[in-house]
Structures are given as structure tokens and as C-alpha cells.
């Protein structure tokens, strides 16, 4: 349904919905920030009110927390963590329960009480209008029911009448300009040579499945069949035969997998950013893909054909054409009309939405209930007005006070990490001073974006949900398109400001701090130094030192694709990070191992996040005595929240796809994997060498 555009590079702090695909799943939100912006859009009128009493509570770290029976010193995340996690089950419409998904709960309760208030306005104008109509009419859930699958007839009709080659391409192309690209992902996205300027990149796509090793691995097969079994039964949802049905669902998972097999997975797309830049001139690519004509596809979007765009993963668009050319129009007509209305199942009639969350919500990540209605609209709302909605929940839900103290702690954590980089042994003075010289463009963003998106061409009315959605989705893609060819705007955002996360841009060399994670148990701006500096500060770390990890360490100061490293320090940098690989390698989720290569940025991060944290609370509380709360010392107070923030248990499915496809490691080897290379944690607990959350010697990783 969503025209998805290559957001490729945005390095996060935790996991978002792309990590199952299609997102259908639980996705960390977050709360906001009370806006001083000005708004390019008609601004909100109406003067909302926030219950707090109604919102879930806060996952603030307690002493009681801890397990006194366990060894800070053998498995931290477990001395902190194990009790809440024993005591608390993960929600039946969740696939993972702890601190991101509880200040989630948080902000999609703030957002519940929004939305009810904004569908009552009488006349609405401006996002009060947007926000109001997909409500109500995503609410109406008799209305939904009786129109059943009418609204995507005219869809499947066209699909229908497709009878060879040049006709499937260039219905690929104009339902691409409606924004339902099902087959690859296009939109704008920063040149990596020239980072101020917006270029068109074209990625791969086209699968139900989060990676391509569901389609290539033994280990899978089981999601596979479960999924050939769920690809048969939309069919038959759409009005095909069962025996019919069946028999289209094997030829739709065969020619997946024949796509999985030209693509790239996870692991090598996290690991190697490269290979999302491919630049090509429009001939170029049509000679690549003679079945399939670039030029004629930038002409049906409505754009000018550039002088060079992006081809992302070349070997998966080349498959495309042959397909095109080599197999039958009937499979290319099942395919089609499968994705058609698996995409729109969310919003249509409720055995359409209860088929989706069966196999993705249910088979795929063991969630065990469906999201209750409004969750589900919200969610929608999120996907397709979520920064028009984003007005409207700043207002309620952030402080100038917390923005203030945020900005305090970007300033202490930017001069600790300075300092860090000044005195590293292992890289040379050349490497450095080109390290200094990025470290000195960063550009920090907290809470909202200081100028808001222009939602004034957007026309949604109270008679179709699935008419909102389809209007935001063209509405949105062409907002894409408008960018290519012009220079990148600076002021926009990659995340609402209710979604509880933090990213690096590195072709901004931005750091970005949503409202909705500046909350406990990442930040108080009451609370005292030590959790501030373990949580927010660590984050804040976190993602600095992305800038220097080992994709976004391949970007220059201004943005730019390019090397800076010295031969011998690259060398260095590659064998420090080769132990870090190994050390998450040694983690296991029962049988199956943490991917080491997969997550190392993420860890690289994580260390270095830490470990900058900790150098800017020695520096802040230097002098001042230190309090001893409950007992416990600053530093350890400090490192029990770091633990706090990755307490985090998933159902067993979601577990496995979050192995195979997500970059961050789980979250219990993350309470633990970093502080384990610090010796200040071991210096704080007291740990004798030997014990497990001491690693020394070749053990031990410092990088940053």
C-alpha cells in the first residue's frame, strides 16, 4: 500500500517497523515536544487537554528492581533486569514488552485522547481536519465491514486485464505514481557525493517476507509454508477459488523466492551502505533492464529524467526485466493481486485485517491478540499524517524545561566525545583531526522540528478509511518526488515526534532526539545526574558515535560518501571491531547465536555511547560529593539504568525475526555487552578479574 522511499542510512537506537516488513508489527513509538515552531500548515485551533492520570505508568529504575541473589559481576542485564521481567508478561497485542514499548503504550494513550478530542471539532480546518477524518472514519468499523472489498475493486480489475509484458510495466509504473509501488522502493534520498542535493534512489523490495533468508534458508521453511498457506488464503479473500487459489499462492512464493535470491539481505544491506549507491544515467539503466524502461517510469511519476539516479542493487532490478520477459502474465497477475490486497488488508473489512495479523502479528512474531481498533488507526495515522499529528501531540506532551536540559546534555556529551577522540592510541594524528573536524559539524535535533511539514494539499473526508489512506499515500509519495533534483532540506525530520527512538543522519551528520523517548527511564529532567547520564546520555552518546562506526564512519564532515581514514588506521579500526564481532557472536537466544556482523554498528555504538557517558558524569558531578541514593554509589546508579533502558523480553517468533533481521542485538546483551568493556563498571561493583562481565586482556574491546 505505502510507497516505501529508501530512508537506507538513518542509524537508530532501536528497532522500527521495518524490521518485519510491511509493517505489521509493534513499532517503538514516542511522546513530544510542546511546540514553539511555526507551522507551514493551518495550525491547530483548538486548545487540547491531556489526562495524565490516564496514561500508563513510567518503567523507572527502582532499587527494589534488583535480584540480590544474582552477581552484578556475572550477568548484569539479569541482576537488574530479571525480577520485572519475571513479573511482567508481555501484552497479548505485543511482540516485546519493556522500555521502549511501555513509554510507546504512553504516547499512543497521549495520542488516543488527542484524537478523540480533534474527531470532535466542530468544522475542522488544517490538521485538525486530517487527523480528525482518518479517525473517525478508521473508527466506523460497520461501515468498514459492509463496503468489504469494494474499495480495491477497480485495483483488481485492472490487474485482471493484464496480458503480457508491456502492459504489466506499465501498470508498475502507474500504480507506482499513486504511490503502490509493491514491487521496489523509489524515492528522494541525500547524493552520497554530494550530500546538499536530493537524487532519486531506486531499492529493492517485492517481498512479503522481512529477508531473503526466509526463502533461502532450511531453517525457514516452516515461515515459508506458513506464508505460501497465508499468500493462498487473501486469494481467496479477493474472490479466487480455493483449488485455485492454492495453486497461484505456490507460484507467488516461487517467483519471491526467485527475487529473494537477485537481492540482498540484512545482514549484507546493514553492513555494507555502498550498495545502496549505484548512480546510473536514465540510458544506462534502461540498458540494464530492457523489459523495463526507466525512462518511461520517470515520465509516469511526473519527474524530469535526471542526469543520473541511484540503481540500488542492480542484480535485483536486472531480475525484475528478465521476469518480465520469461514469465508467465498469469503468475504476474496472481503476484500483483495478492500484494494489492495484502497491503490494504489493515483497512478494509475484518476478515481482510484479521488474515493480516494471523500470519504477520500472529505466525510470523507470536503476538497473541490483534491491536484493538483505535490502536490500529492510530497506527495508521502514524504511517500516513503522523508529523500532522505531531502538531497536535508536542503541545501536550513536552517541556521547554526537558528541551533545555537536553540541550545541556548534547553540549557535556559532545565535549566528552571531543576528548575521547583526542586521545586515542590507536589512530594516527591525520585521521584524527579529520575526526575533530566532523565532530565540530554535528547538528543536534530534540524534541521537534522547528519547522512543520505543509499537510495544506492533503484532502481526506468522513466517508472512506481506505479512501484516507489511499489520498495520504499519493499525497506523501508525491511530497517525495518534489525533492529530486533540489537541495536536501535540512530542517526535516525522519521520525515523528511521538515515536520513541533516536537516529543518526550520516549525510547530515544530524543526531535526532524525539519528545516521545525523553521520558524515564531515559530522562527526568528532575531526576539526578547519574540516570540522566546512563540513560539519555548514553543515548546521546549512542548516537555520536554513529558518526564513527563502521558505515557511518564512511562519511565525511559535510556528508559526503568518501574515505578519511588513513590505510593503517582502517586496518586498526577494522581489527578492534573484528572482537567486537566476536564477542556478540558468543551470545546465544537459546540455540540460536546472535549475529555479531549484523549488529555490529549497532554495538560499536553502544560502546562508545557508554563509555562517553560515563567521561561526561565524571566531568559534571567533578567536585561535588557524591550522594550515595539508597545506598548505591553514582556510578552504579548509573550503570542500573543503562541496564533499565534495555529491559525487554519477546515472544519466541519475534525473537527468531529479530535475529535474522534486525541490527540492534537483543536487548538482554546489550544491558550487558558494553559495560562488560568498561573498567569503570567493574570498578563500581567491585568485580574480580575472571568474572564474566570482566572482559580483559584480548577479551577486552575499546574502540572510541
Same mark, same amino acid.
Given at each position: ?52 492520570? #490516564? ?189 485455485? =487459489? ?80 520469461? !514469465? ?74 526537558? #528541551? ?27 585521521? %584524527? ?62 521520525? @515523528? ?10 549525510? /547530515? ?35 555520536? @558515535? ?21 590505510? =593503517?588506521? !582502517? ?25 555479531? %556482523? ?52 519477546? @515472544? ?12 540492534? =542485538?537483543?536487548? /538482554? ?36
Amino acid at each position: 500500500m505505502i510507497a516505501r522511499t529508501p530512508k537506507m542510512v538513518l542509524l537508530t537506537l532501536a528497532v522500527s517497523a521495518a524490521l518485519v516488513g510491511c509493517g505489521k508489527t509493534d513499532t517503538p513509538a514516542t511522546d513530544s515536544a510542546a511546540s514553539t515552531a511555526t507551522p507551514t500548515a493551518a495550525p491547530a485551533a483548538t486548545d487540547f487537554k491531556l489526562d495524565e492520570a #490516564k496514561l500508563p505508568a513510567y518503567n523507572a529504575f527502582h532499587p527494589s528492581d534488583l535480584d540480590k541473589n544474582l552477581d552484578a559481576c556475572t550477568a548484569f542485564g539479569d541482576y537488574v533486569n530479571s525480577k520485572w521481567l519475571a513479573a511482567n508478561e508481555i501484552p497479548g497485542d505485543r511482540t516485546s514488552w519493556g522500555a521502549f514499548t511501555i513509554l510507546d503504550e504512553r504516547s499512543v494513550a497521549v495520542q488516543h485522547q488527542l484524537a478523540e478530542q480533534v474527531a470532535a471539532v466542530k468544522n475542522p480546518t488544517g490538521i485538525e481536519k486530517i487527523v480528525g477524518d482518518f479517525w473517525a472514519t478508521g473508527m466506523d468499523e460497520a461501515k468498514i465491514n459492509a463496503q468489504g472489498i469494494e474499495p480495491i475493486k477497480a485495483d483488481l480489475a485492472a490487474i485482471d486485464g493484464l496480458q503480457d509484458k508491456d502492459a504489466i510495466a506499465n501498470y508498475l509504473r502507474s500504480s507506482a505514481a499513486k504511490g503502490q509501488n509493491v514491487l521496489f522502493g523509489f524515492g528522494p534520498e541525500a547524493d552520497f557525493k554530494n550530500s546538499s542535493q536530493n537524487i532519486a534512489y531506486a531499492s529493492q523490495g517485492g517481498l512479503g517476507l522481512p529477508d531473503t533468508t526466509y526463502y533461502t534458508d532450511a531453517k525457514n521453511a516452516d515461515k515459508l509454508k506458513a506464508y505460501q498457506a497465508h499468500v493462498a488464503k487473501v486469494l481467496e479473500l479477493s474472490g479466487v477459488a480455493a483449488a485455485d =487459489a492454492a495453486k497461484q499462492a505456490e507460484e507467488v512464493v516461487k517467483f519471491e523466492t526467485r527475487l529473494a535470491k537477485a537481492s540482498k539481505s540484512s545482514e549484507q544491506l546493514s553492513r555494507d551502505v555502498s550498495l545502496y549507491y549505484n548512480p546510473v544515467s536514465v540510458a544506462d539503466a534502461d540498458k540494464l533492464t530492457p523489459n523495463f524502461s526507466w525512462t518511461e517510469f520517470f515520465k509516469a511519476q511526473g519527474i524530469a529524467a535526471p542526469e543520473k539516479f541511484s540503481l540500488a542493487i542492480p542484480t535485483f532490478h536486472q531480475e525484475v526485466s528478465k521476469a518480465l520477459g520469461d !514469465t508467465d502474465p498469469s503468475v504476474w497477475r496472481s503476484y500483483l493481486r495478492f500484494h494489492t490486497v495484502d497491503a490494504a488488508s489493515p483497512y478494509l473489512a475484518d476478515a481482510f485485517a484479521d488474515e493480516s495479523y494471523n500470519f504477520y502479528g500472529k505466525t510470523l512474531n507470536g503476538q497473541k491478540e490483534q491491536k484493538p481498533r483505535w490502536k490500529r488507526v492510530l497506527g495508521t495515522i502514524e504511517n500516513d499524517a503522523g508529523e500532522a499529528f505531531g502538531q497536535l501531540y508536542v503541545k501536550v506532551a513536552f517541556s521547554p524545561e526537558s #528541551k533545555a536540559k537536553m540541550e545541556e546534555l548534547v553540549k557535556n556529551l559532545a565535549a566528552s566525545l571531543k576528548e575521547r577522540i583526542q586521545g586515542l592510541t590507536w589512530m594516527s594524528d591525520e585521521t %584524527k583531526a579529520k575526526a575533530i573536524a566532523k565532530w565540530e559539524t554535528f547538528t543536534p535535533k530534540i524534541g521537534y522540528p522547528d519547522k512543520w511539514r505543509d499537510w495544506s494539499g492533503l484532502s481526506t473526508q468522513r466517508d472512506s478509511y481506505f479512501g484516507n489512506v489511499r489520498a495520504a499515500n499519493e499525497f506523501n509519495y508525491k511530497f517525495a518526488l518534489s525533492k529530486i533534483g533540489k537541495p536536501v532540506d535540512k530542517t526535516e525530520w525522519g521520525m @515523528t515526534p511521538q515515536t520513541v527512538n533516536a537516529y543518526y543522519n550520516p549525510l /547530515q551528520n544530524e543526531i535526532v532526539f524525539p519528545a516521545a523517548i525523553l521520558q524515564p527511564p531515559f530522562f527526568d529532567p528532575k531526576a539526578d545526574d547519574a540516570l540522566n547520564y546512563g540513560g539519555i546520555g548514553a543515548v546521546i552518546g549512542h548516537e555520536m @558515535t554513529h558518526g564513527y562506526d563502521d558505515q557511518g564512519s564512511r562519511f565525511g564532515p559535510t556528508g559526503n560518501f568518501e574515505n578519511w581514514w588513513t590505510d =593503517a588506521d !582502517t586496518k586498526n579500526f577494522s581489527g578492534l571491531t573484528g572482537k567486537l564481532v566476536n564477542q556478540f557472536d558468543g551470545y546465544k537466544v537459546g540455540d540460536q547465536a546472535v549475529n555479531g %556482523k549484523l549488529t555490529l554498528g549497532e554495538n560499536i555504538a553502544d560502546l562508545g555511547g557508554l563509555a562517553t557517558a560515563y567521561d561526561a558524569l565524571q566531568k559534571a558531578s567533578a567536585g561535588k560529593e557524591d550522594p550515595k541514593v539508597d545506598g548505591f554509589s553514582r556510578d552504579q546508579r548509573f550503570f542500573f539504568n543503562w541496564a533499565t533502558v534495555w529491559r525487554t523480553k519477546y @515472544t519466541p517468533e519475534n525473537a527468531k525475526v529479530r535475529l535474522a533481521t534486525d541490527p540492534h =542485538a537483543p536487548a /538482554q546483551f546489550r544491558a550487558m555487552g558494553a559495560p562488560s568493556n568498561l573498567p569503570a563498571f567493574a570498578a563500581a561493583f567491585e568485580c574480580k578479574p575472571g568474572k564474566p562481565m570482566v572482559r580483559a586482556g584480548d577479551q577486552q574491546v575499546v574502540i572510541w
